[in-house]
């Protein structure tokens, strides 16, 4: 009988051990402490053209080195980045298309929106241009694009509902004309791919002066028409409504909203490209915080 008490002690103890361990691993799993730990990172849903020009990689390093909080970049087109931010699955955007950065506000996705810095559109080219844009209308893009089409020369588009492609269809749009047939390519990729298959079919594209700079030295390709005040290009920065759920860093977002409109970061955002390209890759124009 006493054996069979000692067995069973012994059984008893295991139970509790057991459960013991199991208590200890779910603590281990608190979502309080998957919050403290999310504390030190963020995501940034922002668009393929600060990833291509290599902007990121510049200014990230020293915005964790002086907040400690790490970023995680998702780079897709503008459209896509608006929507991770409405159903929550970024913290903060970077991008590229006021109009639809304001809708979002007025959505009540975000509270707020900052101008961060600007570049512009230029249309790209075979460097034979075949179609004489260069010479007939260099600061016409409107002019150009129903050319294009008139004479149904390959076009590349981004196609993904990007900063990019939204203004390649405002200015499909000014031409009154809709680009049909297999001259027009809807390419569905990151502006450093599309512009790698436009230099590869030489045709024609429109594409952000930053990215383009940073591809050059690899490409057959040239600016054909720049300067058209219809071709400037703003981005932004907005927060995400950290109400979406329980995983948003608000405390995160806000650091670096607060970081990029620096004066610091101003400053490094209007020297990056100087030294390589000769000219800034993106001007600066936040209020200076």
């Known amino acids: 009988m006493r054996k069979y008490n000692t067995i069973f002690l012994i059984a008893v103890i295991m139970v509790i051990t ?23 990172a963020i995501i940034l849903s922002t668009t393929t053209s600060t990833r291509d020009s290599g902007l990121l990689d510049y200014l990230l390093p020293e915005f964790t080195k002086e907040t400690g909080v790490e970023v995680k970049v998702v780079a897709v087109g503008t459209g896509k980045a608006l929507q991770m931010g409405r159903d929550g699955e970024a913290d903060v955007l970077l991008v590229h298309a006021k109009e639809s950065e304001l809708k979002f506000i007025e959505e009540g996705h975000g509270f707020s929106r900052y101008d961060v810095m600007y570049n512009d559109f230029v249309l790209l080219g075979p460097q034979d241009d075949p179609l004489g844009l260069f010479e ?31 203004k390649e269809k405002s ?22 791919d599309v512009i790698k298959i436009a230099d590869e079919m030489q045709a024609y594209t429109l594409s952000d002066r930053a990215t383009f700079l940073n591809f050059r030295t690899d490409l057959d390709l040239k600016i054909v028409i720049e300067g058209d005040e219809g071709l400037f290009n703003q981005y932004g920065v907005i927060a995400v409504d950290p ?13 670096f909203v607060e970081w990029i409109l620096s004066q610091k970061a101003q400053e490094m955002i209007g020297q990056y490209g100087i030294e390589t390209f000769g000219a800034p890759l ?8």
């Open 18 to 40: 057991g459960c013991m361990g199991d208590k200890t691993e779910s603590i281990k799993i608190q979502p309080e402490q998957k919050a403290d730990k999310s504390k030190s």
């Open 171 to 192: 200015i499909w749009g000014e031409t009154g004309t809709e680009p049909q047939g297999d001259h027009y390519i809807s390419a569905g990729k990151g502006m450093g």
């Open 243 to 255: 109400g979406k759920n329980t995983n948003i860093n608000k405390e995160g977002a806000e650091k």
């Open 136 to 166: 007939v209308c260099p600061e016409d893009i409107t002019e150009g694009f129903r050319i294009i089409n008139e004479k149904k020369h390959k076009f590349i588009s981004r196609g993904d509902e990007s900063g990019t492609h939204k």
């Open 282 to 289: 993106f001007v600066p124009n936040a209020k200076v915080r």
